[in-house]
Nanobody
Framework: QVQLVESGGGLVQAGGSLRLSCAAS????????MGWFRQAPGSEREFVAA????????RYARSVKGRFTISRDNAKNTVYLQMNSLIPEDTAVYYC????????????????????WGQGTQVTVSS
């Protein structure tokens, strides 16, 4: 398993941007599908975005498509989530997750496929 540490969260006004980072330690980061999920107060955790081993495939939740971009730098063992045009509904704790079992071309949206999770970083968007 990999250990994951998120950073980059904070308070931002609606319309603003943030970039989240997730640093991974452990072996074979480049062989993990990486994903971002979020959980708002009183809600279940939901899928946000995922990226395949090399970044050739990405997947987004409908609510963030066109505003968020997931990317990865395998040399730095880091995955990013660039969030633009933020709205108050994006307020949540954002979690980074790693999926070790899916193949190289998958960008998995199913939470159950992910085996390692970070502790989360708070994103708050004010109106």
């Amino acid at each position: 398993q990999v250990q994951l540490v998120e950073s980059g969260g904070g308070l931002v006004q609606a319309g603003g941007s943030l970039r989240l980072s997730c640093a991974a330690s452990g072996h074979s980061f480049s062989s993990y599908v990486m994903g971002w999920f979020r959980q708002a107060p009183g809600s279940e955790r939901e899928f946000v975005a995922a990226i395949s081993w090399t970044g050739s495939s990405t997947r987004y939740a409908r609510s963030v498509k066109g505003r968020f971009t997931i990317s990865r730098d395998n040399a730095k063992n880091t995955v990013y989530l660039q969030m633009n045009s933020l709205i108050p509904e994006d307020t949540a704790v954002y979690y980074c997750a790693a999926d070790r079992d899916s193949g190289p071309f998958y960008a998995t949206s199913a939470e159950l496929e992910y085996d390692s999770w970070g502790q989360g970083t708070q994103v708050t968007v004010s109106s």
